[in-house]
């Protein structure tokens, strides 16, 4: 019997909380988790936001941080954002936390879509007696622990994984792996799966971040640490943006808002406007983020709930206009859902998740999610033109993310692509290459990607 990808979720325990309040005990655990949704054939991460939910208080963490009402955390000079966690929080110890964690909501990913994270730069560390940002010295170091190591026990023909992209056998259920961030740049395994999501789209899970020695021995000098990664999907050409995770190394809350303010420059650059221009052309977008989304809809149900009067600054709350704000206008916003975390584009259903390649026929892109070629893996995107031909015109190096991709031999310019999603249904194509970057269809034929051999 083969066993599927196991989801790793935890969460904090209540128990431990009561008893570490009751205690009156001095920490510092509020954090921002990782929300992280799919549009088309693009990964985004941004700020939690789910009302209620654990490591989603924006508005909470900026207060407890000291830093001015309606602050974001964003570097300034990158526009990354930034995602503070605290070493010493409930669970880690005080060199050890499992947080920022990563989350989606329904329907925010495609079902069994595998996320993966991607380590970027160098550790930078805050030295609360210089003050100053620089590279980590080199007797410290941050791991991150609890990502699964891709290895020779890991399975991928779907004859043995029931159509799933990746399963383990009855005896490994995963290897955890680790990667290491230095002063000096990344060592270990850059990138390493993080989880894969339910059948409705959902993620929650908390890998490990561990302070430590190059002997990789708890403890380090007392500050703030900096670092780097972004976050891939097997199922989309594009990784989310670059983003930073800010960990507290034994500061009081008021030097880790030092700490962020270095980061975020002048706190007015970064403030939100309080009586913005509200965008007529997005009824419903009353976040002001030029979407609708689920968190829009939460926010004016939150405002129908506690009986909020309409006034200037609340006035995009009334979307369908009666002068009031009423569940009636969370509804109405909800049937406008333009982007994420609402009605999502998919531009192909759950089982492009088993193939490497998808066309899009309204803008021409077909996308090679994963192309071996003279012994390596790359991503790629064609352009479909005029003359029924397709264009190369972007193309990368990558890893190995299917069990099936794509196979390019140089030597006779084919292109021989499994299972391809065109609106719903699955055609084998071969591509001659015709040019420097041009090919041509030299044949297509529809199939059946569900029926799987056994032989």
């Known amino acids: 019997m083969k066993l599927s990808i196991l989801s790793r979720k935890t969460g904090y325990s209540r128990n431990l909380l009561f008893a570490t309040l009751l205690t009156g005990q001095s920490v510092f655990a509020q954090h921002l988790d990782i929300e992280v949704w799919g549009q088309g054939n693009a ?31 964003v570097e300034a000079t990158t526009n990354k954002l930034i995602f503070p966690a605290d070493f010493r929080d409930l669970t880690g110890g005080d060199f050890g936390t499992r947080n920022p964690g990563f989350q989606s909501v ?49 399975l991928s023909d779907f004859s043995q994984c029931a159509g799933q992209l990746l399963c383990f056998s009855e005896n490994i259920l995963g290897i955890d792996g680790s990667t290491i961030f230095t002063g000096n740049g ?13 059948t409705t789209g959902i993620l929650h899970t908390h890998l490990s971040f561990f302070l430590e020695n190059p002997l990789g021995e708890a ?11 972004q976050l891939i999907s097997n199922a989309r050409f594009f990784p989310s943006d670059p983003f930073l995770v800010l960990l507290n190394a034994g500061l009081q809350p008021s030097e880790f ?18 009586q913005p221009e509200l965008p007529v052309s997005i009824p419903g977008d009353v976040d002001l983020d030029g979407d609708v ?34 569940r009636a206008d969370a509804l109405l916003a909800k049937t406008l859902c333009t982007l994420r975390l609402c009605n999502i584009p998919v531009e192909a259903p759950a089982t492009a998740l088993n193939v490497a390649a998808v066309y899009d026929r309204a803008s021409g892109i077909l996308s090679l999610n994963d192309i071996y070629a003279d012994g390596g893996h790359y ?22 993310r299917y069990a099936t991709p794509a196979q390019y031999d ?46």
């Open 410 to 455: 140089a030597a006779t310019g084919t292109l021989e692509i499994p299972a391809v999603f065109i609106d719903g249904e699955s055609y084998r194509i071969h591509m001659k290459r015709t040019g420097d970057s041009t090919f041509l269809i030299t044949h297509l034929e529809a199939i059946n990607t569900l029926s799987i051999p056994t032989d």
């Open 379 to 400: 991503r790629a995107q064609l352009q479909k033109q005029d003359d029924h031909s397709f264009t190369l015109i972007t193309l990368q190096a990558d890893n190995s």
């Open 186 to 198: 990344i060592q270990g395994n850059p990138e390493l799966v993080v989880d894969i999501t339910s």
């Open 43 to 73: 990964l985004f991460a941004g700020y939690c936001r789910t009302t209620g939910a654990v490591g989603c208080n924006l508005g909470g963490l900026t207060e407890a941080l000291g830093l001015p009402a309606g602050t974001l955390p």
């Open 219 to 229: 403890g380090g000098p007392s500050g703030a640490y900096l670092i780097e990664m």
């Open 257 to 274: 808002g030092a700490a962020l303010s270095a980061l975020t420059g002048d706190p007015v650059s970064n403030e939100l406007p309080r």
């Open 293 to 326: 989304d689920r968190i829009d809809v939460a926010l004016i149900l939150l405002a129908a709930q506690n009986s909020e009067a309409l006034n200037t600054a609340n006035a995009a709350f009334d979307v369908d206009g009666d002068g009031f704000i009423t």
């Open 106 to 154: 329904h329907a925010a990913l495609l079902p069994n879509e595998l996320l993966s994270y991607r380590a970027l730069g160098q550790l930078r560390y805050w030295d609360p007696a210089t003050s100053a940002w620089n590279d980590a010295p080199p007797d410290v170091q941050i791991r991150l622990f609890g990502g699964l190591e891709a290895s020779a026990e890991i």
